[in-house]
């Protein structure tokens, strides 16, 4: 019996991926959700994030366990997209923060580039059903579920 339950979930998740090397379908809104830190510390975000055909935009909150906002930040700039691979060019960044278990304080940071300065943060993307994970280079992750497209 739980054989059959455990293939039926591959197969199920399997049947939800795209086809390798097929773009993931990240247009749209989404809200955030979690923050999963390399570490293994989680914390609640609350904000959005859209994707354009080529445009990226995020504000986001991470709130602690009390429900205070400790970090925020805005953020915005171009992308490319080749299946799971999603690379962001960084704009504009709007960020400041409170130290929290396994992130550095944060001073008040405020920048704007041209695209040819922007650095690229080549991360990765999985959308599955309505939850889109981020997948940094630094190994943390971000969990949004879809608000609109």
């Given at each position: 019996m739980f054989g059959r339950v ?111 300065d922007a650095p690229q943060e ?12 981020l997948a940094f280079p630094s ?11």
């Open positions: 455990v293939l039926t979930m591959i197969l199920l998740s399997v049947k939800a991926a795209p086809a390798f090397g097929q773009d993931q379908d990240v247009q749209g809104a989404w809200n955030a959700e979690t923050y999963f830190l390399k570490d293994g510390a989680e914390h609640r975000v609350e904000g959005r994030i859209f994707f354009t055909d080529s445009d990226w935009q995020v504000v986001f909150f991470v709130v602690d366990g009390m429900g205070e906002i400790k970090r925020g930040s805005a953020e915005g700039g171009t992308y490319t997209l080749d299946g799971e691979g999603l690379t962001f060019w960084h704009l504009h960044n709007f960020s400041t923060g409170e130290a929290m278990e396994g992130l550095e304080e944060a001073p008040l940071r405020m920048v704007y580039r041209d695209l040819e080549p991360s990765s993307v999985y959308v599955a059903g309505d939850e889109l994970t190994g943390n992750r971000l969990l949004f579920r879809r608000s609109s497209r």
